[in-house]
């Protein structure tokens, strides 16, 4: 068990909808960091936060938007959802951002578009 | 982001040493060098990482070359929970995230 609790573990909804997925970092983790792991894209990072605020923008779409809560949760939302969506969506997080720290990665949620 | 190439994949026998190498030859000299690697159906685990010397953990050790332009994974006696695909990433100072490349996938033969 890594402490990083993301829910929910499946998701499954319709094109053109719109869907949170939430994630709640290891106690005492600052920073906050999603992933989308598809077959053919394998895990690609979309956004980081650190204690509320972006600090790094990756291959994150539009109509992706996250943030982080005062009190350090994290919510990626989705929306206007399409077939290609469907992925394993990550959230790992670490207590800073230094470039020696460990990340420590949820279990995941799965998103199905149909 | 400093570019890292590994083998797609490799195998080992259960029980036996298994070197998992990386080249790295844009490295830059404030670059760490991490090691993680994702289970079947799970999330990534941190393996080991390091910066100029040799590390060792529980879980393996780390062989980084004295230029730092290659690094090698060590599993010091593979079992079959070792199977996965380990990544090899550098992780650069600043607001750098983990950015994960395609790995090496590790099969172990019982």
């Known amino acids: 068990d890594s402490g990083v609790t993301q829910t929910p573990k499946h998701l499954i909804t319709a094109t053109g909808q719109r869907v949170t997925l939430r994630c709640s970092p290891r106690s005492g983790d600052l920073s906050v960091y999603w992933y989308q792991q598809s077959l053919d894209q394998g895990l690609q990072f979309l956004i980081q936060?650190?204690?509320?605020?972006?600090?790094a923008k990756g291959n994150i779409l539009e109509r992706f938007s996250a943030q982080q809560f005062p009190d350090l949760h994290s919510e990626l939302n989705l929306s206007s959802l399409e077939l290609g969506d469907s992925a394993l969506y990550f959230c790992?997080?670490?207590?800073?951002?230094?470039?020696?720290?460990?990340?420590?990665f949820g279990s995941g949620t799965q998103l199905s578009v149909l | 982001d400093a570019k890292t190439t590994q083998p797609n994949s490799m195998e080992s026998n259960e029980e036996e040493p298994v070197h998992l190498p990386c080249n790295h030859s844009?490295?830059?000299?404030?670059?760490?060098i991490h090691w993680y690697r994702q289970l079947p159906s799970q999330g990534p685990e941190y393996v080991i990482h390091g910066l100029t010397s040799n590390v060792n953990n529980r879980m393996a050790s780390l062989a980084i070359a004295e230029d730092r332009k290659s690094s090698t994974l060590i599993l010091h006696r593979a079992t079959l929970r070792d199977a996965a695909v380990y990544y090899c990433i550098l992780r650069a100072p600043g607001n750098t995230p983990l950015v994960f490349g395609k790995g090496t996938r590790l099969s172990v033969i019982a």
């Open positions: 790992a997080s670490s207590v800073s951002t230094a470039p020696n720290e460990k990340l420590f």
């Open positions: 844009t490295i830059s000299g404030t670059d760490y």
């Open positions: 936060y650190y204690n509320g605020e972006e600090r």
